[in-house]
């Protein structure tokens, strides 16, 4: 049973790029949510899902997109990289009648 | 808006003693409070959830209590041990049934 798996664990990238974080989760969850955490700031959410075709923004969308296709996988995407964007980024689920969130272990993303 | 503080100066503790680590929050009514520990490089792992109707709960060497009246959670971890040695990170569920996190506390236990 892996849980959350995200790819990759670290990613360089230069301003104006773009690519896609990966997520995915075998507990058959129905909601996931994607966060950044930054030194001395909680975990902040960007985008989140409740089910499968089903997804809102959190509290710092701008810049990111999500789609969730189906209920393993929720990838995040960066339209075009800027360098405040550089932060760890964390997926995580959970069930709908369970509170306990399940994390992956995280994408250290630096933009120069 | 809601907000949640955790002391971001790193708690430094005798092996063998009691830790105890705080959390509050304002500007908000949460039904329940999660705590969290995360090791360097990991995401974090839940520990222990405590419901507003709750005044304790306990886990092994772990114990929560919630204060609504005081908007305050706190964390106790005792006969700590190095290992214990983590950030301890809260949580609050928010209307939209997502969780609101705060920055965390690093824990330190010194043999």
């Known amino acids: 049973n892996a849980g959350v798996t995200q790819t990759p664990k670290f990613q360089v990238l230069k301003t104006g790029q773009s690519m896609t974080l990966q997520c995915a989760q075998d507990?058959?969850?129905?909601?996931m949510s994607w966060y950044r955490q930054d030194p001395g700031m909680g975990l902040r959410l960007i985008h989140y899902s409740v089910g499968a075709g089903i997804t809102d923004q959190g509290e710092v969308p701008n810049g990111y997109n999500v789609s969730r296709s189906t209920t393993e996988d929720f990838p995040l995407r960066l339209l075009s990289a800027a360098p405040s964007q550089t932060s760890v980024y964390f997926c995580a689920s959970r069930s709908r009648r369970n509170t306990e969130a399940f994390f992956g272990q995280g994408t250290r993303l630096t933009v120069v | 808006s809601q907000k949640i503080e955790q002391n971001s100066e790193a708690l430094n503790i005798q092996e063998g003693k009691t830790a105890t680590l705080t959390c509050n929050y304002t500007?908000?009514?949460?039904?329940?409070l999660q705590w969290y520990r995360q090791d360097p490089g990991r995401g974090p792992v839940f520990l222990l959830l405590?419901?507003?109707n709750e005044k304790e709960k306990r886990k092994e060497r772990l114990k929560v209590t919630f204060d609504t009246t005081l908007k305050q959670s706190l964390f106790h971890i005792t006969a700590s041990q190095p290992a214990d040695s983590a950030t301890y990170l809260c949580a609050l569920k928010d209307s939209n049934y997502q969780l609101i996190w705060g920055a965390g506390t690093k824990l330190i236990i010194k043999p």
């Open positions: 500007n908000y009514s949460p039904a329940y």
């Open positions: 405590i419901r507003e």
């Open positions: 507990m058959n969850h129905e909601y």
